[in-house]
């Protein structure tokens, strides 16, 4: 008979899908010119040239029965490898393949580091505002997710809300950063002082708390300044990623869980994720994949499209009045809305054929969230539109 | 802390993984054309030109972001609807592209199908000899996996066994045919009465009982026989397909899961299985394989070596006194050990560089498996060995 869990979690669905349908359906109607579509976080540029080569070369020339044989259970050892030197080079840190662990895009990456340092029952820990599967993907583990508040002003973590939150339940702390949806990159001081209250709490709790780095949007930062690398301030640290942003693969699903060889028992995780996959039913990225990325490990796509576009979005919302944190990264921005329902300010917006998400999804209602993966023509061309709808509706 | 069910299954080691382990090792001391591996079921032939030409086309002429952008959750329209059609060509059938949801290969396609049609305390029920993945796997998702006999003169389902195990409990049944390690093909007839059986059990205890068929080899029989397409047979069916044999992929991680479109509530599956992919972490598979393996949906290797070797290795076994039931497909082949413990008979050829598994891990006891997915050349190499392992061993 169906399975009458999924049969209800058939009912949650996704608002930034159900926004993003409206907006295709709208496209048909209007045309693409006149559609504003911030809803979706889907890579608008091509991934390097690199990679495609990589590709191509290894579709030439290994001999189809390598190229394509079972990787072993834990990866390809040359992936393994390029991500642990690579890791190593940027951050300074002491991984080998052992520690590194190839995963279907983040979302796997994710489901394993929860299943391996927390149980059933278990109680994890995530700041708002969050990218809104961490819900789904918590209660599969049969998690509580406990969501605090940050700091409005700066995104930034509130440390007294997290000082009080913590019990002996906790096994674990999540954190996304460059983060969705708020584009803020947490920073090095965030970071240490996390390191130190989570060091305090396993002294004090005498058991390991582990802190899950969700950081597919590690490359895309702006100003100058780069994503200071979490695990270099803890220990218990388990690093998820996809190439998804950074190679512009979304489709292709590939990542990684690299574990801290200074975290607790760190030689077992990757025999341990093996039988994670066993009991989901996952498997390795494609391996020609591996391989290509491997060859390729140090590019990224040709980022530099957000910042432009952060840039002017944020010179726009700031103009009209909106409260708005610069972002430090990502694609994403993240205003408070000029009225206190942003579900209503959306749907206003709509009438102008500009699609935000409201972010009430994200656990902070009362904002709304833009996604700028888009031309600069597009943001540009927004930018009128948008101060029609806010003169038009919050001015008179 | 460390997860400490997924640190128990770290004890149950896979017999077939350690067996093929020490057969590599030999392999370093004593040299490749010395040792005779028959323990890995990993496809031995590349796969075929067009897949490699459809991978090269698609890399050299498609626009980087429309190849690697994100898929729907439900995977690709073209792919989908290449499946549905060759099925419906090739069986008969009237799938549509709603009826089908691809899957990073058969592991993901078994653990969606098993989650969509139980709950967790539920029976599933599976027949020996049997893939021994499917215990982890049917734990994982919460079942007790019974593990029924075969007739053992033909390895056909053992209709009486059935008949008395049934219970208001049994959710599904798992069949796996062409068969991994019996290499039985499942007749027309098995097939037509198990639908019957079925019928039965659904009315008696009033509910859905689905039929999972794991078909990975579907393509590879011999004898000129076809394997008949099992939800022919029965409505309630979920078909769970891989492209790592017929195509020879295994590294690419490709499959699916067909859903019976006069299936009870067949219109509810692909949402559904959308919501299992959340709660496990998976994610569809690789949206330029996807691509490509739609360009050559009805293509397959060149799967004749199997058959070669299957009937050297038949012939030779038949010879030896060995009590062996001809292969109707697949790579494997099961004679029956020549003592009761097969697990003595295999550590004894291993003395003379054979490796093969014993029945053990398959739920038959005496028995073993060899995989034949090897060059002929090295077939014909290994018979004069396993006579004279016979020979001194068994016959003195």
């Given at each position: 008979?169906?399975?009458?869990?999924?049969?209800?979690?058939?009912?949650?669905?996704?608002?930034?899908?159900?926004?993003?349908?409206?907006?295709?359906?709208?496209?048909?109607?209007?045309?693409?010119?006149?559609?504003?579509?911030?809803?979706?976080?889907?890579?608008?540029?091509?991934?390097?040239?690199?990679?495609?080569?990589?590709?191509?070369?290894?579709?030439?020339?290994?001999?189809?029965?390598?190229?394509?044989?079972?990787?072993?259970?834990?990866?390809?050892?040359?992936?393994?490898?390029?991500?642990?030197?690579?890791?190593?080079?940027?951050?300074?840190?002491?991984?080998?393949?052992?520690?590194?662990?190839?995963?279907?895009?983040?979302?796997?990456?994710?489901?394993?580091?929860f299943?391996?340092?927390?149980?059933p029952?278990?109680?994890?820990?995530?700041?708002?505002?969050?990218?809104?599967?961490?819900?789904?993907?918590?209660?599969?583990?049969?998690?509580?997710?406990?969501?605090?508040?940050?700091?409005?002003?700066?995104?930034?973590?509130?440390?007294?809300?997290?000082?009080?939150?913590?019990?002996?339940?906790?096994?674990?702390?999540?954190?996304?950063?460059?983060?969705?949806?708020?584009?803020?990159?947490?920073?090095?001081?965030?970071?240490?002082?996390?390191?130190e209250?989570?060091?305090?709490?396993?002294?004090?709790?005498?058991?390991?708390?582990?802190?899950?780095?969700?950081?597919p949007?590690?490359?895309?930062?702006?100003?100058?300044?780069?994503?200071?690398?979490?695990s270099?301030?803890?220990?218990?640290?388990?690093?998820?990623?996809?190439?998804?942003?950074?190679?512009?693969l979304?489709?292709?699903?590939?990542?990684?869980?690299?574990?801290?060889p200074?975290?607790?028992?760190?030689?077992?995780?990757?025999?341990?994720?093996?039988?994670?996959?066993?009991?989901?039913?996952?498997?390795?990225?494609?391996?020609?994949?591996?391989?290509?990325?491997?060859?390729?490990?140090?590019?990224?796509?040709?980022?530099?499209?957000?910042?432009?576009?952060?840039?002017?979005?944020?010179?726009?919302?700031?103009?009209?009045?909106?409260?708005?944190?610069r972002?430090?990264?990502?694609?994403?921005?993240?205003?408070?809305?000029?009225?206190d329902?942003?579900?209503?300010?959306?749907?206003?917006?709509m009438?102008?054929?500009?699609?935000?998400?409201?972010?009430?999804?994200?656990?902070?209602?009362?904002?709304?969230?833009?996604?700028?993966?888009?031309?600069?023509?597009?943001?540009?061309?927004?930018?009128?539109?948008?101060?029609?709808?806010?003169?038009?509706?919050?001015?008179?």
């Amino acid at each position: 008979m169906i399975n009458e869990h999924y049969r209800r979690m058939l009912e949650g669905r996704s608002v930034i899908r159900a926004i993003s349908e409206r907006a295709t359906a709208r496209r048909a109607e209007i045309g693409e010119r006149n559609v504003f579509d911030f809803s979706l976080g889907n890579p608008s540029v091509p991934t390097t040239p690199g990679f495609t080569e990589a590709m191509l070369d290894l579709y030439e020339h290994e001999p189809a029965v390598k190229l394509h044989s079972y990787s072993p259970s834990i990866g390809l050892p040359e992936f393994r490898e390029a991500v642990a030197h690579s890791l190593n080079r940027r951050f300074g840190m002491d991984y080998t393949a052992n520690h590194i662990y190839p995963t279907s895009g983040a979302t796997a990456a994710l489901a394993h580091a929860f299943r391996a340092v927390t149980a059933p029952g278990s109680e994890i820990i995530t700041f708002a505002p969050f990218f809104p599967e961490y819900k789904p993907y918590s209660e599969a583990a049969g998690l509580k997710l406990t969501v605090l508040p940050c700091n409005p002003d700066d995104f930034q973590i509130d440390f007294d809300a997290l000082e009080q939150a913590m019990n002996a339940n906790v096994q674990a702390v999540l954190i996304n950063t460059p983060n969705n949806p708020s584009g803020v990159v947490y920073s090095a001081a965030t970071l240490k002082r996390l390191g130190e209250l989570l060091e305090a709490k396993q002294r004090y709790y005498g058991h390991s708390i582990f802190l899950i780095s969700d950081e597919p949007y590690r490359e895309i930062t702006f100003d100058g300044i780069e994503q200071p690398y979490p695990s270099k301030f803890y220990a218990n640290t388990l690093s998820c990623y996809s190439f998804s942003k950074s190679l512009s693969l979304p489709g292709e699903r590939i990542g990684y869980v690299a574990v801290n060889p200074a975290a607790d028992e760190s030689d077992i995780f990757i025999p341990l994720f093996t039988q994670i996959s066993r009991a989901t039913g996952h498997n390795c990225p494609s391996s020609s994949i591996q391989r290509a990325c491997a060859r390729v490990i140090d590019q990224t796509a040709d980022l530099a499209v957000y910042e432009r576009n952060m840039d002017l979005l944020y010179t726009a919302l700031h103009e009209l009045g909106f409260e708005v944190v610069r972002p430090g990264g990502t694609f994403y921005i993240f205003p408070k809305a000029l009225e206190d329902d942003a579900v209503a300010f959306c749907e206003k917006a709509m009438d102008y054929d500009l699609f935000m998400v409201p972010g009430d999804s994200f656990g902070m209602p009362g904002y709304v969230r833009l996604a700028y993966c888009l031309d600069t023509s597009k943001v540009e061309a927004a930018i009128p539109v948008l101060k029609r709808f806010v003169t038009e509706q919050y001015m008179q």
